[in-house]
């Protein structure tokens, strides 16, 4: 099983909307509603953001959003703000091997 | 509030068996979660190796499945891995994780990581 496809790298500037696409297959992000979203801080364990494609867990900033077209999911964040700039990862539900991660997408706040 | 802790060797030889704890504390692993390992080589992105029910139900990566294994101590309110003929590819930061209650792919909690290094 492959990992999702996600950018190397994202940037932005403070207030300014950005976008992380995470490309898999019918049979991962097209086939479920069973997309992920981690942020990870350099050092630190990762901290589920999204879940369900578009569901934030209490206490998530609704500055994150996520939806899903196709085989594609993506992360909006809004009003992007310096604290946001981390490493960013999705995961959806497989048929093949239950769970499989994005590469991860490195976002610098400018 | 959950904690969750990993604990165990931190350098091992190539062709041995990894051993890894992860030890829960505010919480009991015989509650209706499952508890599993995520691993993240070097500047790298993240690796899921399986979960397991305080039952034995258990799920692996198929990837891994052959030398994975992952028990649970409800004694001892713990969850252990073990990997089986390690490699230099093994070396990693591994994680021990809940997994959350709404199912796949979400771990909700996390400790904050081991880093493991297979050199002889």
């Known amino acids: 099983q492959s990992a999702l496809t996600q950018p190397a790298s994202v940037s932005g500037s403070p207030g300014q909307s950005i976008t992380i696409s995470c490309t898999g297959t019918?049979?991962?992000?097209?086939?479920?509603?069973?997309v992920s979203w981690y942020i990870q801080y350099p050092g630190k364990a990762p901290k589920l953001l999204i879940y369900?494609?578009?569901n934030r867990p209490s206490g998530v900033s609704n500055r994150f959003s996520g939806s899903k077209s196709g085989n594609t999911a993506s992360l909006t964040i809004s009003g992007l703000q310096a604290e946001d700039e981390a490493d960013y990862y999705c995961a959806s539900y497989t048929s093949t091997t239950l769970v499989v991660f994005g590469g991860g997408t490195m976002l610098t706040v400018l | 509030q959950l904690h969750l802790q990993e604990s165990g060797p931190r350098l091992v030889k190539p062709s041995e068996t990894l051993s890894l704890t992860c030890t829960v504390s505010?919480?009991?692993?015989?509650?209706?979660?499952?508890w599993g390992w995520i691993r993240q080589s070097p500047g790298k992105g993240l690796e899921w190796l399986g979960n397991?029910?305080?039952?034995?139900?258990?799920y692996y990566n198929p990837s891994l499945k052959s030398r994975v294994t992952i028990s649970v101590d409800t004694s001892n309110n713990q969850f252990s891995l073990k990997l089986s003929s390690v490699t230099a590819a093994d070396t990693a930061m591994y994680y021990c994780?809940?997994?959350?209650?709404?199912?796949?792919?979400?771990?909700?909690?996390w400790g904050q990581g081991t880093l493991v290094t297979v050199s002889s």
């Open positions: 019918s049979s991962d992000v097209g086939g479920y509603d069973y």
């Open positions: 397991m029910y305080y039952n034995g139900n258990s």
């Open positions: 505010g919480g009991s692993v015989s509650s209706h979660y499952y």
């Open positions: 994780a809940r997994r959350a209650s709404s199912g796949w792919p979400n771990f909700d909690f």
């Open positions: 369900e494609v578009t």
